[in-house]
Structures are given as structure tokens and as C-alpha cells.
């Protein structure tokens, strides 16, 4: 499932880059749909907080917040299918327990195409699964990666992985984190550059 997801993320990213700029909303967009809400961002500087089931957003220096407020996960806290796709810009990424790119009985995937992104998220983020699987992609810019325990590619049970392409990125993770599997699980951190 995780594979089949990761595919379709890299297929969506695709077509998008090639919208135009007038195809996309002058303002973001939050839509409701069965599997959890659908954030559609704008060219320009946007910000969001929630747990959306979908991110997708063409440029600007955003500032998204992925449920900062869960401070422990429960079996059934994470959707079971979540997805951010981020076209490029400078962004800012925070989060909670089972923040951007944490799969816990589920299935996550992130994809940023650019930008000096920053990160700053509790456990089990940024590549990060249990009984599932979950992948975060970032392929350029000067990042930042900070997480708690259980994160940055780790994974039990199942697959995680945290890939960045260019730039001079910092990484900082508190335990348990960065190419770190356990209980038949896969999982890597690789730094293209």
C-alpha cells in the first residue's frame, strides 16, 4: 500500500508542477471529504493548522501545522491514508506526535519539490512507522530536520523513509531515529548530497 501510495504522490506532483499559476485558488482552499479534510494552498504565503488527509500546494513560504496538539498517539489516531505535497518555496513544517510523515496502523507520504524548509515535529514523524509504512522527500534546498524519538526514518513493523536531495541540511533527532528499524521493520535516511 505504502509503494502503491508513494507512486501516485510522485504522479500527482508531476501533473501539478505543470498547472499553471491562474489554475490554482487566489486563496487556500479547505474542502471535507470522507477521508478527513483537503487543504489546497495558493500561490502566495499560505498557513494552516489541522490533520488534513491531503496537502497540496504550488509555491509560496508556507507555514503548515500538523496536528501540534496531539501530544500521544492511540492506535486509531492517525488516519489511515495521509499525503502532503508541497510544489516548493521556503516552508515551515511543525507538528505533534504523528505529525508530517508518521504512519502508526496507516499509510503517509510527503513529497516537497524545493525550498529551505524547516522541520520541527514530536514522535513519529518525518518518515516514521509502525505497522505501516511512511516516506517523507525533500529534494532540495538547505533543510532543517528536528524531531523527537522515533523518527527521520524509522520504522517497526513495517517500512520508513526520509530522503533529501541538495543542499546543507542539519539533522537532529532526540532517540531512536535516523535509519533506525526494529521488529521486522525497514527503514533509512539517505542524504543524496
Not at 146 to 168: K, P, W, Y
Amino acid at each position: 500500500a505504502g509503494l502503491i501510495v508513494d507512486e501516485a504522490v510522485i504522479k500527482a506532483a508531476d501533473s501539478l508542477v505543470a498547472l499553471p499559476t491562474e489554475s490554482w485558488p487566489v486563496e487556500p482552499l479547505v474542502l471535507s471529504s470522507p477521508m478527513g479534510p483537503l487543504w489546497i494552498g495558493s500561490p502566495s504565503n499560505n498557513s494552516g493548522s489541522g490533520d488534513p488527509f491531503l496537502l497540496v500546494d504550488p509555491d509560496g513560504d508556507d507555514q503548515w501545522r500538523i496536528a501540534t496538539d496531539r501530544a500521544d498517539l492511540k492506535i486509531d489516531s492517525l488516519r489511515p491514508v495521509r499525503v502532503w505535497i508541497d510544489l516548493g518555496g521556503n516552508d515551515s513544517w511543525s507538528g505533534g506526535d504523528g505529525g508530517p510523515g508518521g504512519a502508526l496502523l496507516s499509510v503517509a507520504s510527503g513529497l516537497e519539490l524545493g525550498g529551505d524548509d524547516t522541520y520541527r515535529s514530536g514522535r513519529f514523524s518525518l518518515g516514521a512507522a509502525l505497522v505501516g509504512s511512511a516516506s517523507w522527500v525533500d529534494q532540495g534546498g538547505n533543510d532543517t530536520y528536528r524531531t523527537d524519538e522515533f523518527s527521520q526514518g524509522a520504522a517497526g513493523l513495517g517500512f520508513a523513509a526520509l530522503v533529501d536531495g541538495s543542499g546543507n541540511d542539519i539533522y537532529d533527532v532526540d532517540d531512536i531515529g535516523q535509519a533506525y528499524a526494529t521488529m521486522a521493520g525497514a527503514a533509512f535516511l539517505h542524504d543524496r548530497s
